[in-house]
């Protein structure tokens, strides 16, 4: 029965590239679900197939593909029946088997709840990463103004020790022997460093903090 469906969908030009997957048994359903070598835009379960328990195909489907919207296809059981399973197991529609014409409709339906819900999960995943860089900046911009603080102490603390070395040199004659000017040469070269370093600390901050601006 489901061969048939098939082919006359694949007949039909909005449907002509439609590739099937078909399961008789329980495992072979599994394994497709489990598959990760292609996409499944729709599952159609047929309520006759003599070894697959399609209520707890159903109940597989939602476990395993809970995204990927199911159609029921029955011919054993009326409207009534039909679509109370559909709603008891989350199937978005029912194509009885004496009325085929209404599967490419089924079909449509389907593929745009899936649309529409992965649309959804785009939008909310969006927000999420909206959130995460407005918390992002907020923390940056907290770090960047204590880091700030820090780095302006060394860079004043490294100019207020090169002066007293200037004065050191000046005031004290012990410091002008040669073996004295190269270890006041060196804490001046240190000094200098940790100055300088300070310096490129705070340009990076002044960036992290554009930044934080930037993602508010």
């Known amino acids: ?9 694949l007949r039909s030009e909005q449907f002509s590239e439609l ?3 078909n399961a008789n048994q329980g495992d072979e359903f599994h394994r497709i679900l489990r598959s990760d070598n292609f996409d499944i835009d729709v599952i159609i379960l047929d309520f006759n197939v003599p070894r697959l328990d399609a209520e707890e195909a159903l109940e597989t489907a939602r476990k395993l593909r809970p995204e990927t ?7 054993s059981v009326g409207d009534d029946r039909a679509a109370s399973l559909a709603c008891q197991y989350g199937a978005v529609d029912y194509v009885l088997k004496d009325r085929p014409a209404r599967l490419p409709q089924a079909i449509e339906k389907a593929w745009k709840r899936k649309e529409r819900i992965r649309e959804k999960q785009e939008e909310r995943q969006q927000r999420i990463q909206a959130q995460r860089l407005e918390l992002l900046g907020t923390l940056m911009a907290s770090v960047a103004h204590d880091m ?3 780095l302006g102490g060394i860079a004043a603390g490294a100019e207020l020790l090169h002066r007293l070395l200037k ?3 000046a005031l004290v004659p ?7 000017r190269e270890l006041v040469e060196e804490a001046e070269h240190l000094v200098n460093l940790i100055h300088g370093n300070a310096l490129r600390g705070g ?10 601006k930037g993602s508010d």
């Open 167 to 169: 004065q050191m040199v």
């Open 1 to 9: 029965d489901l061969e048939q469906f098939e082919r006359q969908l």
């Open 203 to 212: 340009e990076m901050v002044k960036q992290m903090t554009a930044f934080a």
């Open 69 to 75: 919207p199911v159609i029921i296809l029955t011919g």
């Open 174 to 180: 012990e410091t002008r022997t040669e073996e004295a």
């Open 148 to 150: 700030n603080n820090m």
């Open 19 to 21: 590739e099937f997957h």
